[in-house]
């Protein structure tokens, strides 16, 4: 379930180039590498097997709770986090196993003046299936991504990505990802559900669970569907077309602008990669 990181200790003597081959063998979405740090008590540095991002939220998660569990953060329940989206704070709290909550940056917003009708195509669906009611923009709590509202939750299983049609759309930021959604979910207790499409740049299709995206989507949900300038608790759901059936808790301030996201992690299993 969820969604995999790959989380490299003891990399501080590799170069970047070396930590881009690592990802490229390790082959995840994202693969982080928790570095010293002189600005922040810990550094992460992300990437994809095909380039560095600024912040990924699952990949952060992934390391937190690798860095915890090894005792190498001793008795720390919060500290703060160098990337290249800024020093964000992080907590730690107990409620049924161990859960990090990791502050992301402020939201931005782009409008994006690209077809409605290639964007759909290049999705597998028709231009009937955008709601049209809400806007398309470009979103980023970190990571920039297109976010796309559709109608029906029914659309998603329709969806089949066309990834190197997306840099020709999205004329304004050809290195974005897309990530569709609805106020539809299968979880009776969440209130959005998603997918999300990677930049053909990035070297994957898809990404099962995505905490910059859903954090955005948070900010998103305050600022065009709640407008009612209120803190939010929001729960977003994503994977589950794809057999992941993930979750991120998404806080948002009364004023939209401070978009906290909640998650946890699991150990999965340790493997070598050797680069040239």
């Given at each position: ?70 005792g190498l953060l001793h008795e720390k329940s919060s500290l ?121 740049y990035s070297g994957t299709i898809e990404d099962p669970v ?67």
């Open positions: 379930m969820g969604n995999p990181a790959g989380v490299v200790l003891g990399g501080e003597a590799l170069t970047e180039e070396q930590m881009q081959k690592v990802a490229e063998r390790v082959g995840f979405n994202e693969t982080a590498f928790p570095l010293s740090s002189d600005q922040a008590d810990l550094k992460i540095a992300f990437f994809t097997p095909g380039h560095e991002i600024n912040l990924c939220g699952h990949a952060t998660m992934a390391t937190l709770y690798a860095l915890k569990t090894r703060t986090l160098e990337t290249k989206a800024g020093i964000l704070p992080i907590r730690f709290h107990s409620k049924d196993g161990l859960y990090m909550t990791m502050r992301q940056a402020a939201p931005q917003f782009q409008p994006f003046n690209g077809s409605l009708k290639e964007l759909a195509d290049a999705m597998g669906l028709q231009e009937s299936d955008i709601a049209t009611e809400l806007p398309t923009v470009y979103g980023s709590t970190g990571t920039w991504t297109l976010l796309i509202p559709v109608k029906r939750l029914e659309a998603f299983k329709r969806m089949v990505p066309d990834n190197n049609r997306f840099p020709s759309i999205l004329k304004e930021m050809p290195k974005a990802s897309i990530h569709p959604f609805c106020l539809e979910t299968y979880d009776v207790n969440a209130h959005m559900h998603a997918r999300h499409f990677s930049s053909p995505t905490g910059t995206a859903s954090g955005v989507m948070g900010a998103y949900y305050a600022r065009y569907i709640n407008k009612q300038n209120a803190p939010l608790e929001l729960l977003i759901e994503q994977g589950q077309e794809i057999g992941r059936n993930g979750r991120v808790g998404v806080s948002v301030s009364e004023d939209g602008n401070v978009i906290e996201v909640t998650g946890n992690a699991v150990y999965v299993k340790e493997f070598e990669v050797t680069i040239d």
